[in-house]
């Protein structure tokens, strides 16, 4: 019988492929049956201290082992998993614990230079927080270490809690540092069923070896990396930070057989091998999305990088991550060309303004509906009859064709949003904060075409009466006050912005100029 739960998969993973190496992370090597037992621990950790069923844990920290069997052990419990991005603020953070009344939070304070300890603690703290656990780094004054969480634990933790597949799994927030970000509530029976099907048509398999550089705070690097290596069997290899020369080495030292991510990761590798090929690679399966990915790129994935097969897919939070995909057998130059097809028991309608269907091959909104669609927004209900019709289809906001063999094409998105190297960024919370510098007075930001990111946001910006604005200026103090990948990389000076006679600002046209701009 499948696993229809995250803890059955884990048990399941130890069963199936027991000795052979689950988790490398410098020289910590897991097997299968090591990785169960360490989730195990953790979870009867969690449990001794009280936590229960439906109850939140937050893990605010970059890639590793013990952010994997951690994640899983507040399964194990029973519990949901709320992943934090690193890229957010203290005051986000604190936010976001609060938000969803999380008793415990798993983080480092040794990060690239950074405490979240001390961060979240400049930012007021959290109301609800009961204990942080310091899963690295030196232990500040009134947290745990991670040696005295495990401690009295024993070496094959036993302790676990009855979850049944409709139990929430995940709450996931879909956007960034400002205004409300939505959480996206996700249960264990849609993300063991959708990333089983995933792992089964891109021919994910036992033995491979899968560097996990698309962080855990996001779904797809949790779901489509943790997840779908404890289902095929694949060795997990987290990597904390995307560097171009630290990935060529693990490639090599780990022999590296699977390297999922955005775009700009692969062009980032190639730019920096400077034309030449990567050399002794053993790269044999790339799983790509987020931006539109050219034949030219996927060409040169084959004939530079060494890999074998390139697949492209598409999904978004909302969905649990995963809803199309090009299949391992597929023609090559499919991936260049579309997002491949619907997992089994996942409808897709592109239709128009009034929800009716379009023909194949005529643009129109992607709407999904299945067993893998969220469970609705974290304490959104407005939200979430918004995005979830009253029978059950998911308004993606993007738009799509579909052909006559099933195949999406995204071509655009309804909604303002855009994908800065694999992160959405919503343009209306990046305008919130650039509206409170005081020498300005109206500003929109759009994307704009990049080699390498995708798309980069472009800010149109209205100087308050009698005021002059400096564009480097603008950009430094954005780089203060927002994420790195929603802070824009350019900023114009307007006069006025372009509006419809109701005023309502003509944000196609100024996407238009953004492109122009880029182009020259």
């Known amino acids: 019988m499948e696993a229809s739960t995250i803890p059955e998969l884990v048990d399941a993973a130890a069963r199936r492929f027991g000795d052979l190496e689950a988790v490398v992370d410098g020289d910590l090597r897991w097997s299968f049956g090591d990785y169960r037992n360490e989730a195990h621990r953790v979870a009867e950790a969690l449990i001794r201290r009280g936590i229960q069923p439906g109850e ?10 013990r952010w994997a069997a951690t994640a899983l052990g507040i399964h194990c419990t029973g519990g949901v998993l709320v992943p934090l991005n690193t890229r957010l603020g203290g005051g986000d953070v604190a936010g976001l614990l609060d938000r969803t009344s999380a008793r415990m939070l798993f983080t480092v304070t040794d990060f690239l230079g950074t405490n979240y300890v001390t961060m979240l603690a400049g930012a007021g703290g959290a109301d609800g927080l009961e204990e942080t656990i310091v899963m690295s780094g030196p232990v500040p004054e009134g947290c745990t270490g991670w040696g005295t969480f495990l401690a009295d634990t024993p070496e094959l933790g036993t302790q676990t809690a009855s979850v049944n597949p409709d139990d929430l799994c995940h709450i996931l927030f879909t956007s960034g540092t400002t205004g409300s970000p939505k959480g996206a509530m996700l249960r264990h029976g849609a993300v063991c069923r959708s990333y089983r ?58 022999s590296i057989t699977v390297l999922p991510g955005p775009p700009t990761i692969y062009r980032s590798i190639l730019d920096h091998l400077g034309g030449l090929p990567l050399d002794t690679s053993t790269l044999r399966l790339a799983v790509t999305g987020a931006a539109p990915v050219s034949a030219g790129l996927v060409g040169e994935m084959h004939d530079l990088l060494g890999f074998e097969t390139v697949l492209t897919g598409y999904g978004l939070t909302e969905a649990s991550g995963v809803t199309t995909t090009c299949h391992h057998d597929d023609p090559p130059n499919l991936a260049a060309t579309s997002s491949g097809r619907t997992l089994p028991g996942i409808d897709l309608k592109v239709a128009d303004d009034n929800g009716g269907p379009v023909p194949a091959g005529k643009p129109g909104q992607v709407l999904l509906r299945g067993y893998n669609v969220m469970a609705g927004y974290l304490d959104d209900e407005a939200g979430t009859t918004a995005a979830v019709d009253p029978d059950g289809w998911l308004h993606t906001g993007d738009i799509g064709v579909v052909d006559d063999a099933g195949n999406l094409t995204i071509t655009g998105r309804s909604t303002d949003m855009y994908i800065c190297g694999g992160f959405n960024v919503y343009p209306a919370e990046v305008e919130a904060v650039i509206a409170t510098h005081p020498d300005i007075d109206q500003v929109v930001v759009t994307g704009a075409p990049d080699d390498l990111m995708g798309e980069v946001g472009m800010a149109f910006v209205v100087t308050a009466a009698g005021r002059q604005v400096d564009p480097a200026v603008i950009l430094s103090w954005a780089r203060e ?14 006069d006025s912005l372009p509006t419809n006679p109701g005023g309502k600002v003509l944000r196609h046209q100024l996407r238009q100029v953004a492109a122009q701009i880029m182009a020259n």
């Not at 006050?481 to 307007?494: G, N, Q, Y």
């Open 481 to 494: 006050e927002l994420a790195s990948h929603m802070t824009p990389r350019h900023v114009e000076v307007v």
């Open 197 to 254: 099907s995933w792992s089964t048509a891109i021919g994910l398999r036992e033995g491979d070896r899968y560097l996990a550089v698309s962080p855990f705070f996001h779904t797809f690097g949790l779901n489509g990396g943790i997840l779908a290596c404890l289902i095929s069997g694949a060795t997990l290899v987290p990597q904390a930070v995307f560097d171009p020369q630290a990935v060529t080495d693990r490639v090599a030292e780990e």
């Open 56 to 65: 939140r844990v937050a893990v605010w920290a970059p890639n590793s082992a």
